[in-house]
């Protein structure tokens, strides 16, 4: 059975820095493209980043480019977001996805194959 699941998220104040974490359960973790979802209350869950099964692909919505970064470790069979310069728009559920993809990240959550059950992240002004 897949698992995905998150940690890192918590309360912060706006300007400061989180480190989220997916830890997979997938015995093929390399051959899955990872991303990264998140879902403020009353809204549609939309796409915050992509990696591909390498990490030598990455892609990020606008409203995050530049504040933050994917990477994964396949040894350890997790991604990660560093967040920085956090906003309280930036306030949500984040989720992680998996696809089994050799291609580039998709940022369409309909295609992703494994989802965890989130973490929160609340910024404060």
């Known amino acids: 059975q897949v698992q995905l699941v998150e940690s890192g998220g918590g309360s912060v104040q706006a300007g400061d820095s989180l480190r989220l974490s997916c830890a997979a359960s997938?015995?093929?973790?390399?051959?899955?493209?990872m991303g990264w979802f998140r879902q403020a209350p009353g809204k549609e869950r939309e796409f915050v980043a992509g990696i591909s099964w390498s990490g030598g692909m990455t892609n990020y919505a606008a409203s995050v480019k530049g504040r933050f970064t994917i990477s994964r470790d396949n040894a350890k069979t997790t991604v990660y977001l560093q967040m920085n310069s956090l906003k309280p728009e930036d306030t949500a559920v984040y989720y992680c996805a998996a696809e089994k993809t050799f291609g580039s990240p998709p940022a369409l959550k309909t295609e992703y194959d494994y989802w965890g059950q989130g973490t929160q992240v609340t910024v404060s002004a």
């Open positions: 997938l015995s093929t973790f390399s051959w899955y493209a």
